[in-house]
């Protein structure tokens, strides 16, 4: 093996362990989306996962639950928008902003 070919797999090697402590602290990211003025509360990690849906109580009628899914869905939404930003940062941040093969506008992990 020359010491070129030898040279870039100790780079790949730095950078998929470096990738490896970026998803790590994806995990312990976390991101609030509100809608309703924050009558609704979605909160994710920055790898886009659920962690928890908080409601207030003047927001739950019986007779307005179409627009209390409404709002359960725009604050995930946000939430998940604010998740995918704070991964593409931190992604952008290990590969020194360099397009990686398959991994198009978001990173399948």
């Known amino acids: ?26 995990e312990e990211i976390q991101v609030t989306g509100t809608a309703g003025g924050g009558m609704v509360q979605a909160t ?3 790898k886009q996962e659920l962690l928890a ?3 207030e ?5 019986p007779a307005e639950k179409e627009m209390l899914e409404e709002l359960v869905v725009a ?4 939430a998940r928008e604010k998740a995918s ?3 593409k940062e ?3 941040e290990v590969t020194g902003g360099l ?4 991994m198009g506008g978001g990173f399948p992990f």
């Open 1 to 26: 093996m020359n010491k070129g070919l030898g040279g870039m797999m100790k780079q790949i090697q730095e950078m998929q362990a470096k990738m490896v402590e970026a998803q790590a602290q994806l």
């Open 44 to 46: 994710m990690n920055g």
């Open 53 to 55: 849906i908080k409601i």
């Open 57 to 61: 109580p003047d927001v739950i009628d």
């Open 75 to 78: 604050a995930i939404s946000q």
């Open 85 to 87: 930003e704070v991964q």
């Open 90 to 92: 931190k992604m952008s």
């Open 99 to 102: 397009p990686i093969p398959g």
